[in-house]
Antibody, heavy 118, light 107 residues
């Protein structure tokens, strides 16, 4: 059974760094890519970046200067780090499984709610 | 970045009717266009991939069509459980982008 689960702090101070972990099961990170997608409350999703199955990464240019995605295949985990957080970074952060070329996201985690506030 | 424009923003529906939702891309995305359903307080769920390919476990009343810049998601016989927000997403060129969504509500 394919599962993804995001974990991390629910509250982050402005200007601080967000660190999230996506723990996956039911598939291998060396066979499937994983994306991070965020969604402000009441708005559409925004693709943040992708850890390709071969270890390469791709980032949304709007976030690239602040964002880093990495992985530990032995622990079945993908990590997101984003610095210089502001209040408009508040929202739900999802990791997704991307099984094919062309951006298909066929499984989503439950989401991690992140609030940026002092 | 490719901009996806979804219309209408909100659609009032009656159970049993056939409806169509539109997604228009600012440039061609070939058939790298996917549809998702999101119910309140849930994660999005993949409905249709590559514009028209069905997904295992998704009811057959959902279908997709289109290529290039114009795409349609159709629901043949809307059911109450379909009252959700529907998003299109393109993966033809980075960054992947999503539309703003179409919300289905009960008439």
């Amino acid at each position: 059974q394919v599962q993804l689960k995001e974990s991390g702090p629910g509250l982050v101070q402005p200007s601080e760094t967000l660190s999230l972990t996506c723990t996956v099961s039911g598939f291998s990170l060396t066979s499937y890519s994983v994306s991070w997608v965020r969604q402000p409350s009441g708005k559409g999703p925004e693709w943040m970046g992708r850890m390709w199955y071969d270890g390469d990464t791709a980032y949304n240019s709007a976030l690239k200067s602040r964002l880093s995605i990495s992985r530990d295949t032995s622990k079945n985990q993908v990590f997101l780090k984003m610095n210089s957080l502001q209040t408009d970074d508040t929202g739900t952060y999802y990791c997704t499984r991307d099984p094919y070329y062309g951006g298909v996201m066929d499984a989503w985690g439950q989401g991690a709610s992140v609030t940026v506030s002092s | 970045d490719v901009v996806l424009t979804q219309s209408p923003a909100t659609l009032s529906v009656t159970p049993g009717e056939r409806i169509s939702l539109s997604c228009r891309a600012s440039e061609s995305v070939d058939t790298y266009l996917h549809w998702y359903q999101q119910k309140p307080n849930e994660s999005p769920r993949l409905l249709i991939k590559y514009a028209s390919q069905s997904i295992s476990g998704i009811p057959s009343r959902f279908s997709g069509s289109g290529s290039g810049t114009d795409f349609t998601l159709s629901i043949n016989g809307v059911e109450l459980e379909d009252l959700s927000i529907y998003y299109c997403q393109q993966g033809n060129s980075l960054p992947d982008t999503f539309g703003a969504g179409t919300k289905l509500e009960l008439k």
